[in-house]
């Protein structure tokens, strides 16, 4: 039996129960590094290359971690995670497709990876295939791989269900992996919907951005984000842009910026955003001006990075919420 790490950054949020599933059920142990603390950043900061994204120097934090307690690290290369269609030129963002050699190149010592590459573009190289590889490393012949994949499909499944039933992401993968009861409804007695977009990895990782929701939810707001919606909901936005993005998560935030911009839907909309992420800079910039264009929303971006705090964070929050009940009462 093997210890297989999962870091708890970037696709962690997207594919955990699937993979978690996959490898438990095949089983081997899964560790998660922890949620991520100042001692993982610092980590991931000493480690990555100075330039990279806070997400990129997280990851490094994570996998430093887990490096030094796992027998071999699930660090796949994300390449693309849909088939076809309009979609075709789409890809993960070029720190994603790279991640396994700026892993190995950083961190010393390190175990072997479980390097995968992910394309579902192309037939030969889809999730069967993906599949087989990660079984085939862990000692698997083909139909324990097959049954451990079908168990694997079914709980991503069940989590994306959960999502589409308003349920938040950090909340849906402790229903679905951990038995956590939870409730897709809103709270009663909170009169405002703020929409949050962004990167799941900067979204739902409660560290980088000084506890967003938290601070959300005491000033007495119901939040949705961009993956509670179904892909249908969010493909559709594609057909009102000209052209859509390269990356998926990025389209994935904007389709979500633009679908609940339409009216009635929410009061407001948070873009969190991170600091030297190159695809951001057009992420914030077309969302700002779609925004402008197609309502009279209140929009906040917050830019995160290593230094953010609560503080900072708290205080335009407060003053975004506070303008947004004065315009109601004005109403
Ligand atoms: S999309 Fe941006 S934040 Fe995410 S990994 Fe790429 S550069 Fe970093």
């Not at 192309?122 to 083909?142: N, S, Y």
């Not at 097959?146 to 168990?151: E, I, S």
């Not at 989590?159 to 402790?174: K, M, S, T, Y």
């Not at 992996?177 to 409660?206: E, F, R, W």
Request: proline share 6%; hydrophobic share 40%.
């Amino acid at each position: 039996m093997y210890r297989v790490g999962i870091p708890r950054s970037l696709a962690y949020f997207f594919y955990l129960p699937l993979w978690k599933t996959f490898i438990t059920e095949l089983g081997h142990e899964v560790i998660e590094s922890p949620p991520t603390s100042r001692a993982i950043l610092d980590r991931g900061v000493k480690e990555a290359v100075n330039d990279a994204c806070i997400p990129i120097k997280l990851y490094h934090g994570h996998a430093a971690y887990l490096a030094e307690r796992c027998d071999l690290l699930f660090c796949p290369r994300l390449v693309s995670v849909r088939k076809h269609g309009d979609f075709g030129s789409e890809t993960f963002c070029p720190k994603f497709l790279g991640l396994p050699d700026m892993v190995r190149l950083a961190l010393n010592p390190l175990p072997p990876l479980i390097d995968v590459r992910i394309d579902l573009k192309q037939p030969r190289t889809g999730l069967w295939d993906a599949a087989c590889e990660v079984g085939q490393k862990l000692g698997h012949g083909q139909a324990e791989i097959k049954r451990a994949l079908r168990l694997a499909q079914a709980a991503q499944q069940s989590f994306r269900n959960l999502c589409q039933r308003g349920v938040l992401v950090p909340d849906a993968l402790e229903a679905v992996l951990n038995g956590k009861k939870v409730s897709p409804k809103a709270t009663p007695g909170h009169d405002l919907t703020i929409a949050v977009v962004g990167y799941p990895y900067v979204i739902y990782d409660p560290y980088i951005n000084a506890g967003l929701f938290k601070i959300l939810q005491e000033e007495g707001v119901n939040i949705v984000t961009q993956d509670m919606l179904t892909d249908q909901i969010l493909n559709w936005q594609a057909r009102e842009l000209p052209k859509t993005l390269f990356w998926y998560f990025s389209n994935r935030a904007v389709y979500g910026g633009l679908h609940f911009m339409k009216k009635g839907r929410v009061d407001g909309m948070i873009h969190v955003t991170a600091f030297a992420c190159g695809p951001d800079s057009m992420v914030d910039r077309l969302l700002e001006i779609e925004v402008r264009r197609r309502s009279s929303m209140p929009y906040l971006a917050i830019a995160v990075d290593e230094h953010t705090g609560e503080a900072g964070v708290r205080t335009r929050v407060e003053a975004f919420l506070d303008m947004l009940r004065y315009q109601r009462k004005g109403k």
